[in-house]
């Protein structure tokens, strides 16, 4: 009975000492989870066509041009709501894409790295409970950015794309009866 008591104290005693493996268990499974997160933003990034993008925006500014000119009846709603609404989903897209392409593939590269460093320092329980939770939680917050920039830039750069694509001919025909009008009319 001795020995029994003795053995019932030391398993209570060993289920009560949640090591750092048991701790970090959930945190990796958070790390694990992030990584697949950021692998979906990686994959809608990477279905940008950036060499196309670059070869388009000079034609497409200079369309901008003409299509926004004096030329243009300014009384047109038509003309503004319904015939260039879909070009202005095309360059405002185009050119904040450009204008922050660095800064995203930075901080998706970044972030990877953060994540795989973090899951290996925790798999090898080398941090303290506090700072791994300080860390997860800056990874998450990074994750936050990162999905703020699918939303902001990816996402719309990914359809401004897609109407590129199937209106280019149309804008550039418009472009040019634009072109045609002499300003004396």
């Known amino acids: 009975m001795k020995y029994a008591f003795s053995i019932v104290i030391l398993a209570l005693s060993l289920m009560a000492c949640n090591g750092p493996a048991e701790v970090y ?14 692998e979906s933003h990686q994959a809608r990034y990477n279905l940008i066509d950036s ?3 670059n070869a388009q925006i000079g034609e497409i500014e200079g369309l901008n041009k003409i299509l926004h000119g ?21 360059i405002t897209p185009y050119q904040k894409y450009l204008r922050d392409k660095a800064k995203i593939e930075k901080q998706l590269t970044y972030t ?24 997860l939680l800056d990874e998450q917050k990074a994750m936050g950015d990162i999905y703020m920039l699918l939303i902001k830039r990816i996402e719309p750069t990914i359809k401004a794309q897609s109407i590129w694509d199937t209106s280019a001919q149309k804008y550039q025909a418009l472009a040019d009866s634009i072109s045609a009008i002499s300003i004396n009319e």
Do not use: G, H, M
């Not at 268990?25 to 950021?38: F, Y």
């Not at 795989?116 to 303290?128: A, F, G, T």
């Open 70 to 90: 004096p030329k243009v009846n300014q009384d047109d709603k038509e003309f503004w709501t319904t015939k260039l609404a879909p070009f202005e989903l095309v």
């Open 112 to 135: 990877r790295s953060q994540l795989l460093s973090l899951r290996k320092s925790l798999k090898e329980e080398v941090l303290d409970t506090a700072t791994a939770s300080k860390y």
């Open 25 to 38: 268990k959930d945190k990796i499974v958070v790390v694990d989870s992030l990584l697949v997160e950021l």
């Open 51 to 53: 060499t196309a993008i």
